[in-house]
C-alpha cells in the first residue's frame, strides 16, 4: 500500500544546530507539504513544492528550508534551531493542487 | 490574522447525536473548504470537501454545507459515535497564490458513550 513516512519521529536538539527532518511518500504525488502545529494555531504552512526542483516559500518559512530532487522525497532543514522551533511537524502529500492531503504521523521536535 | 478560524474550541455531544462543527474565514478569494479529522499522535486524515460553486455536499455521515455570504461553513455528523471523538479541522485555499491551503486552530470533538 502507498504511504507517507516521516523520521525520525521524536527528536531533541540545541539550539544553534542543523537539523533535518525526512518526508518519504510511495503515493508518487507530485504535491508536497510540510506543516507546523502549535497549540492554538492549528496546522501552518513552511514550504511546499508542486513538483521536482520546484520549491515555495508558507505562511511560516523563516528559519526553513527544503529541497525537491525526486518525487518521493521532501526533507526539512532547519539552518540552526531555536527554541520557536519546538513543534509538531507534519508532511502532506496531494495528488492534485486542491484536493485533499494525504498526512505522515508527524515529527515531535523539541529544541532546547 | 488569522484568515480561518474556528471559534469553539471543543464540543461534546451525545452518541446518537448530530454534532455541528463551525467555520468561518475573511479571505472573500477562498474558493474551495475542506475538514480535517485528527486523531492523538496521528496525522490528520482528509473527511470531505466543498468547492464554492456549491452550497452542500454530503459523504455518508458527514455533510458540509457553505453559506458564501456569511463566509460560513459547518460540517454536520450524524449520528456521532463515540470513534468520531477527535479534533476537527477547517481549512480552505484560494485560486491565488499558489493554492495554500490555510488551516483553522481545529475543534476537539467529545462523543459520549
Known amino acids: 500500500d502507498a504511504e507517507i513516512t516521516q523520521s525520525p519521529r521524536h527528536k531533541i536538539t540545541e539550539t544553534g544546530r542543523q537539523v533535518t527532518l525526512a518526508c518519504h511518500q510511495t503515493w508518487n504525488h507530485n504535491n508536497m507539504f510540510w506543516y507546523r502545529q502549535d497549540l492554538g494555531h492549528g496546522l501552518r504552512l513552511i514550504h511546499y513544492?508542486?513538483?521536482?526542483?520546484?520549491?515555495n516559500k508558507g505562511e511560516v518559512s523563516d528559519g526553513y528550508s527544503v529541497s525537491r530532487s525526486n518525487t518521493e522525497d521532501l526533507p526539512l532543514t532547519l539552518e540552526s534551531a531555536a527554541s520557536s522551533q519546538t513543534s509538531v511537524y507534519f508532511c502532506a502529500s496531494s495528488e492534485s493542487t486542491r484536493g485533499g492531503q494525504y498526512f505522515g504521523p508527524g515529527t515531535r521536535l523539541t529544541v532546547t | 490574522d488569522q484568515q480561518v478560524k474556528q471559534n469553539s474550541p471543543s464540543l461534546s455531544v451525545q452518541e446518537g447525536r448530530i454534532s455541528i462543527l463551525n467555520c468561518d474565514y475573511t479571505?472573500?478569494?477562498?474558493?474551495?473548504f475542506l475538514w480535517y479529522k485528527k486523531y492523538p499522535a496521528e496525522g490528520p486524515t482528509f473527511l470531505i470537501s466543498?468547492?464554492?460553486?456549491?452550497d452542500k455536499n454530503e459523504d455518508g455521515r458527514f455533510t458540509v454545507f457553505l453559506n458564501k455570504s456569511a463566509k460560513h461553513l459547518s460540517l454536520h455528523i450524524v449520528p456521532s459515535q463515540p470513534g468520531d471523538s477527535a479534533v476537527y479541522f477547517c481549512?480552505?485555499?484560494?485560486?491565488?497564490?499558489?493554492?495554500?491551503?490555510?488551516f483553522g486552530a481545529g475543534t476537539r470533538l467529545f462523543v459520549k458513550a
Open positions: 481549512a480552505a485555499s484560494a485560486p491565488t497564490g499558489g493554492f495554500k491551503t490555510i
Open positions: 513544492s508542486y513538483g521536482v526542483q520546484d520549491t
Open positions: 466543498i468547492s464554492s460553486i456549491k
Open positions: 479571505n472573500s478569494m477562498f474558493d474551495y
